[in-house]
Antibody, heavy 123, light 112 residues
Framework: EVQLVESGGGLVQPGGSLRLSCAASGFTFTNYWMTWVRQAPGKGLEWVANIKQDGSEKFYVDSVKGRFSVSRDNAKNSLFLQMNGLRGADTAIYYC????????????????WGQGTLVTVSS | QSVLTQPPSVSGAPGQRVTISCTGSSSNIGADYEVHWYQQLPGTAPKLVIYGNNFRPSGVPDRFSGSKSGTSASLAIAGLQAEDEADYYCQSYDISLSGSYVFGTGTKVTVL
């Protein structure tokens, strides 16, 4: 059974940092692009970043470029999102998701999602 | 502000058919990028219900169907059931946003 379990969320002050983790199991992690998606309270979904199977390609939404960094540890079947310079607008539930197809071509979709971890940026 | 526009809400009685539109432009759906659809039940993670414009993942009832034409796409739910009450989001890719995956604004489906 495919499982994705996020952790690392919490309350952080504006300008602070947080590192999210996503533990994957039930599939061959190294075969898939992976994605982070977020959802602000009461709002819609927003794609944040995705990363190639070997970590050599990474893409970000403009609003997080230079502040967030996606990475993965294939030996531990884990995906990460390092978030620096956090702002109130970053307050959201962060989901990790497994991506299908070749993401840079623009046609990837997400067939499994974790339950999400809540990040709250507030003083 | 999403580049994919959906109606905020649609509703129907049990057994009826409802349709949700996803309107884009020449830089996303109209540029021949695929559209995918997700269902989000209250308090849960999104679940894929349609991929590649009109394909259903295993386990999704055939009451769900997708279509795409020009700069728009649609999700139809036939034989509406109480368990279909949820938020639905379309997803595609936009070449004008430094190459970015985009989600629709979301539609709340209410079963009357």
């Amino acid at each position: 059974e495919v499982q994705l379990v996020e952790s690392g969320g919490g309350l952080v002050q504006p300008g602070g940092s947080l590192r999210l983790s996503c533990a994957a199991s039930g599939f061959t992690f190294t075969n898939y692009w992976m994605t982070w998606v977020r959802q602000a309270p009461g709002k819609g979904l927003e794609w944040v970043a995705n990363i190639k199977q070997d970590g050599s390609e990474k893409f970000y939404v403009d609003s997080v470029k230079g502040r967030f960094s996606v990475s993965r540890d294939n030996a531990k079947n884990s995906l990460f999102l390092q978030m620096n310079g956090l702002r109130g607008a970053d307050t959201a539930i962060y989901y990790c998701a497994r991506a299908r197809k070749y993401c840079p071509a623009g046609n990837c979709y997400h067939d499994y999602w974790g339950q999400g971890t809540l990040v709250t940026v507030s003083s | 502000q999403s580049v994919l526009t959906q109606p905020p809400s649609v509703s129907g009685a049990p057994g009826q058919r409802v349709t949700i539109s996803c309107t884009g432009s020449s830089s996303n759906i109209g540029a021949d990028y695929e559209v995918h659809w997700y269902q989000q039940l209250p308090g849960t993670a999104p679940k894929l219900v349609i991929y590649g414009n009109n394909f259903r993942p295993s386990g999704v009832p055939d009451r769900f169907s997708g279509s795409k034409s020009g700069t728009s796409a649609s999700l139809a739910i036939a034989g509406l059931q109480a368990e279909d009450e949820a938020d639905y989001y379309c997803q595609s890719y936009d070449i004008s946003l430094s190459g970015s995956y985009v989600f629709g604004t979301g539609t709340k489906v209410t079963v009357l």
